[in-house]
Every structure is written in structure tokens, then in C-alpha cells.
């Protein structure tokens, strides 16, 4: 693909020198429809990104689309703080009828604010009010936001100095397989809780990915996440799960959790909750734990409306069939035999992930952006991930086609071999 320099002077100039996607993709994007990204100069570009995981069911839905068009025209509420609303409504009766029940979870639903952080920093505050204690145990290369709670629980050190200033209260533990299988698993952690000199706070809970996306494609084992949650039992810890980018089917079920059959006391969504890339975010917990006081937590943005109207509309059209999550499953199946193909052809390179999430890990570890800015030429938006940025990370939405997945994934192989 030729590119022609796009003129990018306004953002250069004006826009804070914080942006940083936008400089591994120099373009101007213009419109977008399905897995497939425009810019403004004509170029097409096939997207493995996804929003970062918030478009799990492609650009533009036409689905969702029509749904909030049709909201719009009507002038239905578009901000409601936590009032009532039909919208508001109809998503709740929806999540209730569609992913609750059916999976005989008996969650509180909350609506924190409109960003991820902002329900990771809603589930810490409500686990110290419950608990009445400080501590929460995080765990080696996790994300779990950029305000300063949601920092204090996250691993990687550049986002973490950004704080300015200590980020207490947070105590990190090995993920699964961080020390390559040598130590058995929770040993260490135990170990502390049981220990009075161990310096360890009794932690009022333990916040967990089961896959790190931010921090590598790493993926806990169901083994390994029943575990967890028995260790949180047996200590009066409770168990959050911050489902952000891997819930909302990215990795099969619903929630990434559902293969381990565990319940969580507290689930953070994001992301792709909307399902049309609108900001929402939900905290939820279960009933025993709803001690707020009213106002307690709250936020100008958490009832964003239109954003109600398109998670209704993905619910129905995705949800309530059980067909979404064998299809995802399948796609994954496509694009593992793939990475298994490529890995096979270079030296020093694995592959890991689950559903709809995959990355390939080099040893090499500036292969990675390497590969991301010469699949960009090629016409594939791509990222990496990992505390040095040495995964290429793999996110398609849900909703991409087999044809596309293939020819992404040869796109994929054909920047490895030229970067070689």
C-alpha cells in the first residue's frame, strides 16, 4: 500500500504531546464500517484493534446504528445522572432476562461513570467500606486503569510514575505461571496472610484479569482462577474481577470467568458493555455487598442513555440466542491454527490467548513494533502489549468474518517474514 503523508499539523501542534496511538498509525481515519477502517485519503485498513476491545461487534453496527438513530430522532433522554429513565430501564431488564439469570448470577448492577477506571476505582472503594480494611492484592503485570486506584492495583512502572506521587495500598502477587512453574501456585501468598510478620495488611480483597491484555496476553488457567478464589475465601478476601477488555464475549462466554465456574463478589465491565463504542461502564456486586450510601459514589456521566439504548440492542441481537459465544470460540479456533503456523515458521516466537484474544510474544523483543508499524502499511491496524511492548496483540471484533480473520492473519505473516 502507497501512503501519501496525511497532513497531521493541527495534531501535532495543538494536541498534547500525551497522544500515543495515533503515532503508530499516521493517518487520518475518516469513516468506518464493520472490521474495516478508512481514512480520509481513500486507504483501507483492516482492523485486529477493535477500539482497544470497546467494538466487539465491529464499526457501525448497522444493528445498534439504527437503534440510537431511532432513539435520537425521537429525542429520547441522552443525559440522566442516575434518574430513571426508559432506556435506563430497558437495559436492566434486558441484562437481568439475557446474562443474569440464565447464568444464575445474582448481581447489583451499578453505574459508576462512564470509563473502565472509573468502575475499577467504584469496586475498590466498595471492597475497603465493606471489609473496613485497606489493602488489595493485584497481580504482576496487570491494567486496571490510569486514576490513581485504579494505578495503585497496576503493574506496568511508566504508568505507574505518571502518578507523581506513592501509590499506597496495593500489594502485587505473581500471576499465574510468572515464575515459569517452579513455585506452586499461591505459596508465597499464603504464605504472607498466614505469617503476622510478614508486613502483609489482611487485603480486603484481590483484584484479577484472567487474561492481561495490557500486560501481554496473559492467560490465567481455570485451575489456577478456582484457586484464587478458594484462597479468597478461606481469608475473607473478596474476589474482583476486572472484566474490561475481556468481558463482553471477547473470550467466549460473557465473562472471561464463566470457564473457571467461579462467581466473583465484584465484576467490573467497560468497553464493549455499549456495544457501539459509546462510554459506559458497569460496577457489579453481589447483594450483600450494596452498603452505599446514596450520592456516595457517583458521577455526571454514569447515565449516558444512548449508550443504554445500543447495549439493549447488542444484548438482544447477540445474546440471546447462545449463538455468539460458539462462534467466537470457532473464529478463535481459526486464528490459533494460524499463529501455530507462523510461530512454527520463526524461531523464538510463541503465541497465547483464548476466544478472541491472541498475542505472539518474541524473544527479540523489538520484533513487535516492528510488526505493528509494517502491518500498518499493509493496511492491518494492530498493537502490542507487554511491559516492553514485545507482544503483537491480536483483538478483531467478534463480528469479523472468517474470510476477513484470513486475510488479516496473512497480512499478519507476511509483516513477520518482512521484519525478519
Keep these: 500500500m502507497t501512503i501519501t503523508q496525511p497532513d497531521l499539523s493541527v495534531f501535532e501542534t495543538l494536541e498534547s504531546e500525551v497522544r500515543s496511538y495515533c503515532r503508530g498509525w499516521p493517518t487520518v481515519f475518516d469513516r468506518a464500517q464493520g472490521s474495516y477502517l478508512y481514512d480520509e485519503d481513500g486507504h483501507t485498513y483492516l ?5 482497544a476491545g470497546s467494538l466487539n461487534y465491529g464499526h457501525n453496527n448497522p444493528v445498534l446504528k439504527r437503534a440510537l438513530i431511532d432513539y435520537i430522532e425521537r429525542d429520547g433522554i441522552t443525559h ?11 437495559f436492566l431488564e434486558t441484562f437481568q432476562d439475557v446474562i443474569l439469570r440464565p447464568r444464575d448470577l445474582p448481581y447489583k448492577v451499578m453505574f459508576p461513570g462512564p470509563t473502565g477506571t472509573n468502575a475499577v476505582e467504584a469496586a475498590l ?7 473496613g480494611r485497606e489493602s488489595v492484592v493485584s497481580f504482576t503485570n496487570a491494567f486496571h486503569g490510569m486514576s490513581l486506584g485504579s494505578l495503585a492495583v497496576t503493574g506496568n512502572a511508566f504508568k505507574r510514575a505518571g502518578a507523581g506521587i506513592p501509590l499506597v495500598h496495593g500489594t502485587p502477587m505473581p ?29 480486603a480483597a484481590v483484584i484479577v484479569e ?40 471477547r473470550t467466549g462466554g460473557f465473562f472471561s470467568f464463566e470457564e473457571a465456574g467461579i462467581t466473583p463478589d465484584i465484576v467490573t465491565l467497560s468497553k464493549s458493555i455499549s456495544g457501539y463504542g459509546l462510554p459506559m461502564s458497569l460496577t457489579l456486586f453481589k447483594p450483600e455487598l450494596d452498603v452505599w450510601e446514596p450520592g456516595e459514589h457517583n458521577g455526571t456521566f454514569r447515565g449516558n442513555n444512548p449508550a443504554f439504548v445500543t447495549a439493549t440492542a447488542t444484548l438482544d441481537t447477540y445474546w440471546a440466542d447462545g449463538q455468539m459465544e460458539k462462534q467466537t470460540i470457532e473464529r478463535g479456533n481459526q486464528i490459533e491454527a494460524a499463529l ?51 507482544v503483537v496483540k491480536l483483538l478483531p471484533a467478534l463480528t ?13 505473516a507476511r509483516a513477520i517474514r518482512e521484519t525478519a
Excluded at 496476553?217 to 475481556?246: F, G, P, T
Excluded at 469479523?400 to 499478519?412: F, K, N
Aim: a negative charge; one cysteine or more; charged letters at 30%.
Design 47 to 51: 482492523d485486529f484493534f477493535a477500539g
Design 175 to 203: 500471576f499465574d505461571n510468572y515464575l515459569d512453574g517452579q513455585t506452586p501456585d499461591f505459596i508465597w501468598f499464603e504464605r504472607l496472610l498466614e505469617d503476622s510478620g510478614s508486613g502483609l495488611n489482611q487485603p
Design 80 to 90: 440522566g445522572l442516575d434518574m430513571g429513565t426508559t432506556a435506563k430501564r430497558a
Design 340 to 390: 501455530r503456523t507462523i510461530c512454527a515458521e520463526h524461531s523464538g516466537a510463541s503465541y497465547r490467548g483464548r476466544g478472541m484474544a491472541w498475542g505472539i510474544e518474541f524473544e527479540d523483543k523489538s520484533r513487535a513494533n516492528k510488526i505493528a508499524r509494517r502491518a500498518f502499511d499493509l493496511g492491518l491496524i494492530i498493537e502490542t502489549s507487554g511491559p516492553e511492548s514485545e
Design 210 to 249: 484472567t487474561i492481561q491484555g495490557e500486560g501481554g496476553i496473559n492467560v490465567a488457567s481455570a485451575e489456577w482462577l478456582r484457586k484464587l478464589a478458594d484462597v479468597c475465601k478461606r481469608w475473607d478476601m473478596l474476589l474482583i474481577v476486572d472484566d474490561i477488555q475481556m468481558g463482553c464475549g
Design 400 to 412: 469479523t468474518t472468517p474470510d476477513e480473520l484470513d486475510e488479516g492473519l496473512r497480512t499478519l
Design 125 to 131: 472503594k466498595l471492597a475497603r467500606k465493606v471489609k
